[in-house]
């Protein structure tokens, strides 16, 4: 028998930004209603799952939440997350060929370190399912392609030294929407050089440039990447009636991108036109995944001739393509040393806004340039959060592929970090033992998180 596809539903009705805010639950049941009415879970190519519940380890092992993973997570974040996690699962024990977490609250707006919420996230569910599939499964190679409108700043974060994990993200140029990254530059860390890949497009992408994209740069890059598991992060705000976006792409659009990306597993991220939009572009998705016919699928407003994209678009995606396949083919060749030389550690300097509750945290992220291994992590960050006041703290991330020297390293740095009283929590992440440690300054003590 030809294997499933599976879909995990959960729209969280507990949980939304504020009444009147488009991330509420009903964004997800016009969707419901939608894929109710076509009969399509009685299709034989699908089948549904119930979500599973993330733990505080599998989301300490992605995130260094502040103060506790529990202050800043509620069961719906847990749930969603743990969606994807199920789906992955069943993927990889051969159940079914591929998934679509149709999800919410998003996730990919989540940075590493977490001290509220952020363009409504608060946990990374892709990057919980990379973390899992990585010590579950022992997986190596993972890609992570962003399809929302908006940059999908904090994927790019969490695994911007992380030379196993290819994220490439297309969106809206940050010059023109939230949250103002994702520029062509931003190429990740020495350690994981050119596995960061922004396409930052321009307002008004109609269908066909889309797809250029994806068959001239996405495609190749994956292929010459050869990751062993793809994650989509299927935000649907790049449609003509997103209330958020400038796009002009369509339901049909989106199942042809679909198509040929063919991800194991989709999440659903962003997309607030909800009615005009969502309930045909997952439908859509969903049987271009499932291997269905979806060309019947069009959304009830759809004027072809309204959504033409303008030639100086179409010449101006054209030319960034040449570009970053340039950067891409030029990188292969590129060493750890031309990157920074003699220098122990690379270091950037962040400002992360808290667009939900209005504050800033201040970072400084350094990376041991190790030439044997990944490299660990060390995050000197403070914030004024509105519930605790100002805090700061210091994290350690150990890849799980990191060098004995490394290791030795990164533990040092968090025993050393435990003795500055300039530090309220001092965290540790050691992915090569699975053992993540958070110190509590005032009462002394050490808290591990059970997995
Ligand atoms: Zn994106
Ligand atoms: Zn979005
Ligand atoms: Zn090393």
Redesign the pocket.
């Known amino acids: 028998m030809r294997k499933k596809t599976g879909i995990v539903f959960f729209p969280a009705f507990d949980w939304s930004i504020s009444d009147m805010h488009p991330e509420r639950e009903e964004r997800l049941l016009y969707t419901r209603d939608q894929i109710f009415e076509e009969g399509v879970l009685d299709l034989p190519e699908i089948a549904q799952y119930p979500p599973l519940v993330a733990t505080p380890h599998d989301i300490a092992r992605v995130h260094f939440c502040v103060p506790q993973v529990d202050d800043q997570v509620l069961a719906a974040h847990r749930i969603a997350a743990g969606a994807a996690m199920n789906l992955s699962d069943k993927i990889m024990d051969g159940q079914i060929k591929n998934g679509f977490a149709i999800v919410r609250p ?1 996730g ?1 707006h989540a940075m590493r370190v977490v001290h509220g919420n952020r ?1 409504f996230c608060s946990i990374n569910n892709e990057a919980v399912v990379v973390e899992h599939l990585r010590r579950t499964y022992g997986i190596k190679k993972i890609a992570i392609v962003d399809t ?3 940059h999908g700043d904090g994927t790019q974060d969490i695994f911007y030294h992380d030379p196993d994990v290819l994220f490439i993200s297309f ?1 809206q140029d940050g010059r023109t929407i939230f949250p103002g990254t994702g520029f062509a530059d931003e190429l990740g860390g020495p350690t994981a050089y050119a596995k960061n890949i922004n396409i930052p497009l321009p307002p008004g992408v109609a269908d066909k440039s889309l797809l250029y994209v994806v068959d001239n740069l996405i495609l190749p890059i994956l292929e010459d990447f050869q990751p062993e598991f793809v994650i989509n992060s299927a ?1 649907q ?1 790049n449609h003509y009636t997103d209330p ?2 400038s796009m002009l792409i369509t339901a049909q659009g989106y199942a042809q991108l679909t198509e040929k990306l063919k991800p194991d597993l989709a999440v659903l ?4 036109a909800i009615e005009s939009a969502l309930p045909y572009v997952n439908l859509a998705i969903l049987l271009a995944m499932a291997g269905r016919d979806y060309s019947h699928v069009i959304e009830p407003d759809y004027q072809p001739e309204k959504l033409v994209e303008s030639p100086q678009v179409t010449d101006y995606v054209h030319r960034m393509v040449a570009n970053i396949q340039r950067v891409w083919e030029k990188s292969k060749a590129i060493t750890i040393e031309q990157l920074c030389g003699s220098n122990k550690f690379y270091q950037r300097q962040k400002s992360i806004y808290y667009d939900t509750e209005y504050f800033e945290e201040k970072q400084l992220e350094k990376v041991r340039t190790c030439t044997k291994c990944p490299g660990y992590v060390v995050i000197d960050s403070h914030a004024a959060q509105p519930k605790i006041g100002r805090c700061r703290v210091l994290a350690v991330s150990i890849h799980n592929r990191c060098c004995k020297q490394c290791i030795e390293e990164g533990l040092e740095a968090y025993n050393e970090a435990k003795k500055d009283y300039r530090y309220s929590y001092v965290y540790l992440q050691d992915k090569t033992q699975d053992n993540f440690l958070t110190f509590n300054r005032e009462d002394k003590s050490e808290l591990r998180t059970e997995g």
Do not use: A, I, R
């Open positions: 998003p990919h363009g929302d409108v908006h969106h935000g705000d958020l976006g991220e962003g997309g607030y």
